[in-house]
């Protein structure tokens, strides 16, 4: 039995989905961020990084979503959440999470997580300023060059478009334009209607 710890509105909604997709038995544990649960000893000596998500497994504990990410897809190849058969596949896959997870997510972090970076307050407004920007620069990119269509790969569902999805539900916040970027746009809509997608999302909406 695999153990998970998420946080509603973070990323950890990628593996989420993904545990769900390949039909894993989990158990979800909420850690409660408002709270400050990530960093009370319990969690801390699970996750130093302070952080979700986390993935408890018999073999030990995987932190950061494109590494969980690809574990859930190796763990249970029968749902074919992965191009496993397929090395330069794979590896345009693993790129692709990559880049969500160090220049998307960072870009959008620099709204809210700016103490990461400086300590002036100054510096967290400009910081502020420039994601609309960075943001949907980066949606340029992903509807032009990287979404393949009709799924991140192609015609294949993988564990990369639930870390799309996610990443895309935080856009219009950021101050990008959607309607500007169709594609992903319909991305999202086909994500939601997934059953796994409404299950999650109602799970972590939940109080």
Aim: charge should be neutral.
């Amino acid at each position: 039995m695999l153990t998970f710890y998420y946080s509603p509105n973070a990323c950890s909604l990628a593996s989420h989905i993904a545990l769900e997709e390949a039909g894993a038995a989990y158990e979800p544990r909420r850690v409660d961020f408002g709270a400050g649960q990530q960093k009370s000893a319990d969690y801390m000596a699970l996750n130093p990084k302070a952080r979700v998500p986390a993935l408890v497994t018999s073999r030990g504990v995987l932190t950061e979503t494109p590494a969980i990410l690809v574990f859930i897809a190796q763990s249970f190849p029968e749902a074919r959440l992965a191009p496993l058969d397929d090395a330069f596949a794979l590896a345009e896959m693993q790129a692709f999470n990559s880049y969500l997870c160090s220049t998307v997510h960072v870009a959008h972090a620099h709204k809210v997580r700016g103490t990461r970076w400086a300590d002036e307050e100054s510096s967290f407004a400009d910081m502020r300023r420039k994601v609309p920007e960075t943001m949907s620069a980066c949606a340029e990119l992903l509807e032009t060059h990287l979404l393949k269509g009709p799924w991140v790969m192609g015609e294949a569902f993988t564990v990369a478009d639930p870390y799309l999805f996610t990443i895309v539900q935080w856009m219009k916040g950021d101050g990008v334009d959607l309607a500007a970027f169709p594609r992903l746009s319909a991305h999202r809509a086909n994500m939601a209607e997934r059953p796994s997608v409404k299950k999650i999302l109602a799970r972590e909406s939940a109080a």
